[in-house]
């Protein structure tokens, strides 16, 4: 059974850091891409960042870009999200997503994503 835990979530003010953790069991990680993804009230889930299986390729969006490098450890089945220079508007649940294979460049659509976490809220404060 594939399971996948955020961790890391929290409170922080405009200008913070956060690390997002996901651990993955159930499944053999090392032959899956990765992604974040996030939803804030009344909006849809939104894409925030992929990576690929070896972690030698990443793709994020545009709202996050530069701010929010994704990284994996294939050793410790876990895929992280560095927040740095937190906004307001990043508030949200942050979700991860194992993909269905490993898409090069990594995949933005949820569809191509067939578990999923059960997320982590992230709040940043002006």
């Known amino acids: 059974q594939v399971q996948l835990v955020e961790s890391g979530g929290g409170l922080v003010q405009a200008g913070g850091s956060l690390r997002l953790s996901c651990a993955a069991s159930g499944l053999t990680f090392s032959t899956h891409g990765m992604g974040w993804f996030r939803q804030a009230p009344g909006k849809e889930r939104e894409f925030v960042a992929a990576?690929?299986?070896?972690?030698?390729?990443?793709y994020d969006t545009d709202s996050v870009k530069g701010r929010f490098p994704i990284s994996r450890d294939n050793a410790k089945n876990t895929v992280y999200l560095q927040m740095n220079r937190l906004k307001p508007e990043d508030t949200a649940v942050y979700y991860c997503?194992?993909?269905?294979?490993?898409?090069?460049?990594?995949?933005?659509?949820?569809?191509?994503?067939?578990?999923w976490g059960q997320g982590t809220q992230v709040t940043v404060s002006s």
């Open positions: 997503a194992k993909s269905r294979a490993n898409y090069i460049p990594p995949s933005r659509r949820n569809y191509e994503y067939n578990y």
């Open positions: 990576i690929s299986v070896s972690g030698g390729t990443t």
